[in-house]
């Protein structure tokens, strides 16, 4: 996969300034505030910053944490995932493979059969729905 590299300055004129705090200084959108939480339509949930795939609607699903879950992602070479401790969090960091955003982290407590949680900002995904 092709990296999209780009200097903090030119990012931040092409993201908002919610999407550049998640992105590139690992903020955490508010709880049950995302507006992609609640889509149940058929798709696929993209970085927004460089249009890489990353989940299908077919792997999401309601954890109750607030946030959009997923049990997988579209592909592994989609994303990267980092070894992440902090404040009360035991999980990774799960970064855009094509950009390095920060999308969200990962848990080991989400649904047979990957028993995975991949709990993602709605701010940083586009959603693109199935014809």
Same mark, same amino acid.
């Given at each position: 996969?092709?990296?999209?590299? &780009?200097?903090?300055?030119? $990012?931040? &004129?092409?993201?908002?300034?919610?999407?550049?705090?998640?992105?590139?200084?690992?903020?955490?959108?508010?709880?049950?505030?995302?507006?992609?939480?609640?889509?149940?339509?058929?798709?696929?949930?993209?970085?927004?910053?460089? %249009?890489?795939?990353?989940?299908?609607?077919? %792997?999401?699903? %309601?954890?109750?944490?607030? $946030?959009?879950?997923?049990?997988?992602?579209?592909?592994?070479?989609?994303?990267?995932?980092?070894?992440?401790?902090?404040?009360?969090?035991?999980?990774?960091?799960?970064?855009?493979?094509?950009?390095?955003?920060?999308?969200?982290?990962? #848990?080991? %407590?989400?649904?047979?059969?990957?028993?995975?949680?991949?709990?993602?900002?709605?701010?940083?995904?586009? #959603?693109?729905?199935?014809?």
């Amino acid at each position: 996969m092709e990296k999209l590299i &780009k200097t903090d300055e030119e $990012w931040s &004129k092409l993201l908002t300034q919610q999407q550049f705090l998640i992105l590139r200084e690992k903020a955490t959108e508010e709880p049950f505030a995302g507006t992609l939480l609640k889509n149940s339509e058929k798709g696929v949930y993209s970085c927004i910053a460089c %249009d890489n795939p990353l989940f299908k609607s077919e %792997d999401k699903y %309601d954890s109750g944490t607030g $946030w959009p879950s997923f049990s997988q992602p579209l592909k592994k070479e989609a994303i990267q995932i980092q070894p992440y401790k902090g404040e009360g969090l035991n999980g990774a960091e799960v970064l855009c493979n094509r950009c390095e955003g920060h999308l969200g982290h990962v #848990f080991e %407590d989400g649904p047979a059969p990957t028993g995975l949680r991949f709990c993602m900002n709605s701010a940083v995904l586009k #959603f693109i729905k199935s014809e």
